[in-house]
């Protein structure tokens, strides 16, 4: 069975400092995809990254840089250099691709608060 | 391009009611789903359907009925509203099974 765990709740720190939000899957397929969303306090799911499991290259966008690892089944999520705007609540999420048909699930997801 | 609308954005029940909340994509995607958000839970999966006349059920699929006459709509049903369902509910939709998810705005339903 597929599942996400993400295992801090929430997480403060000040501005510019650098924070990691940590992400562990279970999945049985050796064909997935994993995802990071964040929703803002305004309520709205914005969806930040894909990676499948073929790719297990690290990414970087401005601030933000995902490192995948599937020895250890992770697929983490680094913010350098935080501002008040990451405030948000993380999510990642799974979907495998034998069961395509299905939508993705979700970790409990992560509470991030930035103060100045 | 609206991309996934929801409506109502906020409702308020009375346990025993039903109502149906709507969800419309322009965006010509086969894949539609409803999750519902409760504080610590994450997004949880309640139905979902792969195409027209195509639905199966998520996670916590009982309270809730869905059907998809049209690629566009995606409408979640309550037959009798109970408090245990208060919660912001989640429409998205996705271009093909691996794709990533379009969210609508959500459903802010409370259930007295």
Redesign the interface.
């Known amino acids: 069975a597929q599942k996400v765990t993400q295992a801090q709740t929430e997480i403060s720190v000040v501005e510019k400092e650098d924070v990691t939000l940590d992400c562990v899957y279970e999945t049985r397929d050796t064909t997935y995809y994993l995802f990071w969303y964040k929703q803002p306090p305004s309520g709205e799911l914005v969806f930040l990254i894909r990676r499948n499991s073929f790719d297990e290259q690290n990414e970087i966008s401005g601030r933000y840089s995902w490192n995948f690892q599937k020895s250890t089944s992770s697929f983490n999520f680094t913010i350098t250099a935080s501002q008040v705007v990451d405030s948000a609540v993380y999510f990642c999420a799974l979907s495998e691709a034998a069961q395509a048909g299905t939508a993705l699930i979700f970790g409990k997801g992560t509470t991030l608060s930035v103060s100045s | 391009n609206a991309g996934v609308t929801q409506t109502p954005k906020f409702q308020v029940l009375k346990t025993g009611q039903s109502m149906t909340l709507q969800c419309a994509q322009d965006m010509n995607h086969e894949?539609m789903?409803w999750?519902r958000q409760d504080p610590?839970?994450?997004?949880?999966?309640i139905h979902?359907s792969?195409g027209a006349g195509i639905t199966?059920q998520?996670e916590v699929p009982n309270g809730y009925n869905v059907s998809r006459s049209t690629t566009e709509d995606f409408p979640l049903r309550l037959l009798s509203a109970a408090p245990s369902q208060t919660s912001?509910y989640?429409c998205?939709s996705r271009r093909?099974?691996?794709?990533?998810?379009?969210?609508g705005?959500?459903t802010r339903l409370s259930i007295l």
Do not use: C, K
């Open positions: 894949y789903s999750y610590g839970m994450g997004l949880r999966l979902y792969v199966d998520g912001v989640f998205a093909t099974g691996n794709q990533p998810q379009h969210f705005d959500g």
